[in-house]
């Protein structure tokens, strides 16, 4: 009798909440308390969007999260640490997950709340779904399949190319890649998905 099948969660896949995004959206400034709505998009659509009050006091910093979830509403607080770098320089800012007290630096929308990782068992990453081989064709190939995405990057609007007379360090990386891209075999990639 066939094994049935199982889907895991992809955490690639769910929306989550995380220290980078709200630091880059300005959201953590001392002594203030800053609030906003992030919005999900997937191709191009909005697939949700979260109330987000981040407050920064002398005391304490947390982040009051208000959004709705298969038609239940949803209202709590979430609190941030500080650990100092390893670097002198500075400090890093944890969640610190309500529902499992583990710290981490991206919540994931688990079961309706947002959530660490580990709150789910046998959670994934896509990565982790494809095969030995797969992994091995995306890490010799994959800036090959991955083309359309560079060349949308490198001319999108915005996109800068130099800083003062000097090529950007994202555009070096992008034309190392194009180059990478150019240096591709389409028969390589065949002869490697027939190999054994």
């Known amino acids: 009798m066939p094994k ?19 630091k880059k959206m300005s959201y953590f400034k001392k002594n203030k308390t800053i609030g906003g709505t992030i919005n999900w998009k997937r191709g ?7 109330g987000v009050k ?8 947390y982040i009051d999260l208000n959004y709705t979830c298969n038609k239940q509403d949803y209202n709590y607080r979430v609190f941030v640490v500080s ?3 390893n670097l002198n320089k500075g400090e890093i800012l944890y969640f610190k997950c309500k529902f499992t007290g583990m710290r ?3 919540l994931y929308l688990i079961n309706g709340r947002f959530q660490h990782r ?21 890490r010799v190939f994959g ?10 990057e490198l001319y999108s609007k915005h996109f800068r190319k130099s800083y003062n007379g ?17 240096s591709v075999d389409p028969n390589d990639i065949e002869r490697l998905l027939l190999s054994k």
């Open 83 to 85: 650990v100092k770098s």
């Open 54 to 61: 981040v407050t920064m006091s002398e005391n304490d910093t």
């Open 4 to 22: 049935n099948y199982t889907f895991p969660y992809l955490f690639d896949e769910s929306k989550s909440l995380s220290i980078t995004d709200l």
């Open 118 to 138: 580990t709150a789910i068992k046998k959670a994934m990453y896509s990565t982790q779904t494809k095969s030995k081989k797969w992994r091995e064709i995306e």
């Open 44 to 50: 191009g659509e909005n697939t949700g969007s979260i």
């Open 166 to 182: 000097k090529p950007t360090k994202k555009y070096l990386k992008l034309m190392q890649k194009i180059k990478k891209v150019n």
């Open 143 to 152: 800036s090959y399949f991955d083309k359309d995405k560079i060349y949308a």
């Open 104 to 106: 981490c630096r991206k």
